[in-house]
């Protein structure tokens, strides 16, 4: 058993003791031993080895920035603010065969444009033949582009730690690294932050960017403990569904840009290409007056989005209906049909809802409140949303329709596309100076309750009832 190192000492004579006692045998005093807090000894704290000074400098510096490295492949760069910041850490994640992989290669390979640049590929799960068929099938395979196949963090960092140094270095994946000296298998939650620490360490030291490749949990969180996120210096992760062509980069951290920025990409037989204009490629196929769909004008990081929203509602004789959702927050649909039945006297309750975001997309932002109830109500009530309108806003829980940031934006994406008019909120304060007109040529139909929604579907038929809307 190890020995107790805490430290008693006497209030008044100031004896030290390695145990408590009553009474103190050299000033015959009772009662006045106390744990020594100042004690240099304290259980699992440090000991009397002393450290180095910090050096402390100023913040500007003599040292010029470095600028950025540009991967050519404007989506990607966006999503990184700008390009690749040397010397920073950056963690992809995404579901299995995503297309991680496959991207960072063609990233790779896009970088090799610049001149002087050394890029290196490190597979800790394929063979580098296979990785040469990969490069072989995108048409990448005069890249200079150098491989490896290694899993030993002690043999990477040997490579890596050297004075001319990589500028790309890229890890696929960082569960399949291990550290010698620990004792837990490749893929633990010990093997993984160890490793991810140590080659993060000689990234900031050489100045490489450096790309981590990381499996999700069923969850889709990226896998391992959450002090990885805050080890790298930005947060990727791959989403989209496996039966549509579209992948979406998303930023989830970034110490060098937004962290809200979103890149389209569109998987193809040569890998993904970008999509530089991701609202015209997800509303190409949309069939127009059709019942349970509208569009909604959302904004992305810095770009707005068109995207369509489907609902379908079908009578149940269950005595819990079904609510599937996709794409979007099923607890934020849950609560915008409690608010039409609650507050416009709706009947959702008795019917199963099923919502898409169409294309595969995922949406985040309480803007898309408006467009889903004129999903719903079109499904409900049978009749179509304009093919010309796009709508926008968020629900209360009295059925208000709030504003929302960038009106502006939104409807100028909207009118670009062909789109002729707009179900939005109310401007923000009726005697703001601050907030401009919107200088479109579309007709905007402003609502301020759901209430008025309904009614704009009334307009569309002469026959229409309310006992009609509420099905």
């Known amino acids: 058993m190890n020995k107790s190192r805490t430290k008693y000492k006497c209030g008044k004579c100031n004896a030290e003791r390695s145990n408590w006692s009553g009474h103190c045998d050299m000033c015959d005093s009772w009662n006045t031993f106390e744990v020594d807090l100042n004690s240099d000894t304290t259980p699992k704290g440090l000991s009397n080895k002393k450290g180095r000074a910090v050096k402390f400098v100023g913040l500007k510096g003599e040292k010029e920035f470095i600028p950025r490295i540009k991967s050519h492949i404007e989506e990607f760069d966006r999503v990184c603010g700008g390009g690749l910041v040397p010397g920073s850490a950056i963690l992809v994640g995404g579901d299995p065969g995503i297309g991680k992989s496959t991207f960072l290669l063609q990233v790779c390979a896009a970088v090799d444009r610049n001149k002087g640049v050394r890029c290196l590929y490190i597979s800790g799960e394929e063979a580098i033949d296979q990785v040469r068929m990969r490069a072989r099938r995108l048409g990448i395979e005069n890249a200079n582009v150098e491989l490896a196949s290694a899993t030993n963090v002690r043999d990477i960092i040997e490579s890596l730690d050297q004075e001319e140094s990589a ?5 696929d994946s960082v569960q399949t690294l291990y550290i010698d000296n620990l004792d837990a298998a490749p893929g633990s939650l010990t093997q993984v932050r160890t490793s991810a620490q140590e080659l993060t360490r000689v990234c900031k030291k050489r100045g490489f960017s450096l790309f981590l490749v990381s499996h999700v949990t069923k969850e889709g969180n990226i896998a ?46 040569t890998g993904l290409t970008e999509v530089s204009n991701p609202s015209k490629m997800f509303l190409r196929d949309r069939e127009n007056e059709v019942s349970g769909t509208s569009v909604f004008a959302g904004i992305e990081g810095s770009r707005p989005m068109l995207m369509e929203i489907q609902a379908l509602t079908a009578p149940t004789n269950l005595g819990t ?22 507050r416009c006297g709706v009947s959702i309750s008795n019917q199963d809802v099923y919502l898409n975001v169409a294309g595969g997309l995922r949406i985040k932002e309480p803007a898309a409140d408006l467009a889903v109830a004129a999903a719903l109500i079109s499904s409900i009530t049978g009749r179509s949303v304009s093919s010309g309108l796009i709508v926008f806003g968020e629900i209360g829980l009295s059925g208000e329709i709030r504003p929302v940031n960038q009106t502006n934006i939104r ?6 596309l062909g789109f002729t008019g707009a179900i939005c909120p109310l401007e923000l304060t009726k005697n703001s100076s601050k907030t401009p007109e919107p200088k479109v040529e579309m007709d905007i139909n402003s609502v301020n309750h759901l209430d008025d929604l309904i009614k704009c579907f009334n307009k569309t038929s002469d026959t229409s009832t309310d006992s009609d809307m509420e099905g």
């Open 167 to 171: 500028t790309l270095v890229v890890i």
């Open 224 to 269: 391992g403990p959450k002090t990885l996120e805050h080890l790298v210096d930005c947060v990727l992760y791959f989403e989209g569904e496996r039966g549509h062509q579209f992948r979406i980069l998303r930023t989830i951290k970034n110490r060098f840009g937004p962290s809200d920025e979103i890149g389209v990409f569109e998987m193809t037989n």
């Open 321 to 342: 209906p079904r609510r599937a959702v996709i794409g979007w927050d099923s607890n934020r649909l849950a609560m915008i049909i409690a608010v039409l039945e609650a």
């Open 411 to 416: 409807l100028k994406e909207g009118s670009k």
